[in-house]
């Protein structure tokens, strides 16, 4: 039985079949990835951020000082550009519809949607149809993951702002690693294999998170919403990385995924603004609608701009 070779056929399916599999067994069973450590902290939201962690610093052994001028372009121009248009269109979503938004979709759950990158999603795909420097730039894509951003959207008229901390948290391991791997070769080979590894546990982290009959109930205004981020997203960023970069534009389409990290967006929200609690449970669901058909529809995408039939081996 050849599982991985099935797997790796599906782009991006390291990490989508997994978090497919673990919402699948979230809905049957919701108790089960809660029955206590290190089940629970392996594969639940609880150990995300470790994932996370690893996987920045596994990546940051593989780039090459040498690529970080090129790297940082390519990827600073993705995640200015992301930044960028979640910041007007979640302004506007505001001022036009206010908070509880139109058909269904409130605020919170347009602008978590607009603001939300999977790099987890973008790096599986970039093994298979990128370069070492798109590769790389899963490091920096990151500062975008954190739900720092639509936060500060949603809570401008509060006073709140940037938190640099967190950056600086998000960028630490990514350095550590460029580092180590910069001075010694042999732990660069070392942990070449790590993000192939890694990848897997972190879809199951986001699939736990995921109920998807709650999802099947919010199809439609999710769907909706899934629409509207493609076309204020995805298709300007594509647009971006062919004007400005001179690229296919498959890299700025793997950055327009949604992650499953988005869903706690709107409880964070309601904790900053009483008034958004209303909205909070749709907003979960929709975002959770959002982040399968995105998962399911940005691969295929990717695939197509990258013009390939077959994934390429990493690095190539």
Known sequence: MNILGTVTKIPG???????????????????????????????????????????????????????LPATLKRAGVHTLARILIACLSGWAFMQIFGAEGFGGISAIAFIAVMTSCNPGL??????????????????????IAVPVIPVMILNSASGAGIDYLSVAATLLPFAAGILFGNLDVNLQ???????????????????????L????????????????????CLLPLIAVDRLLLKRPGYAAAATCSVAGLSMVVPSMAAGFNPAYAAYADTAVAQIACAVILTSIAVPYVVKRLAGK???AEAGH
């Open 213 to 232: 009959s709650l999802a099947f109930r919010s199809s439609l205004s999710g769907l909706l919403l899934t629409l509207l981020f493609f076309l204020l």
């Open 309 to 311: 039939e077959e994934p």
């Open 122 to 143: 973008y790096l599986a795909l970039m093994h298979s149809y990128g370069d070492d420097m798109d590769q790389a730039a899963f490091g920096v894509l990151n500062l």
């Open 13 to 67: 399916g390291l990490l989508i079949i997994p978090m497919l599999l673990a919402a699948g067994v979230n809905t049957v069973f919701p108790q089960l990835f809660g029955i206590g450590d290190p089940t629970t902290a392996l594969f639940t939201s609880k150990g995300t951020m470790v994932l996370i962690g690893l996987i920045l610093f596994v990546s940051g052994t593989q780039l090459n000082l040498r690529q």
């Open 189 to 211: 080979r070392m942990f070449a294999p790590g993000t192939v590894i890694l990848l897997p546990f972190l879809g199951i982290s986001f699939g736990s998170n995921i109920n």
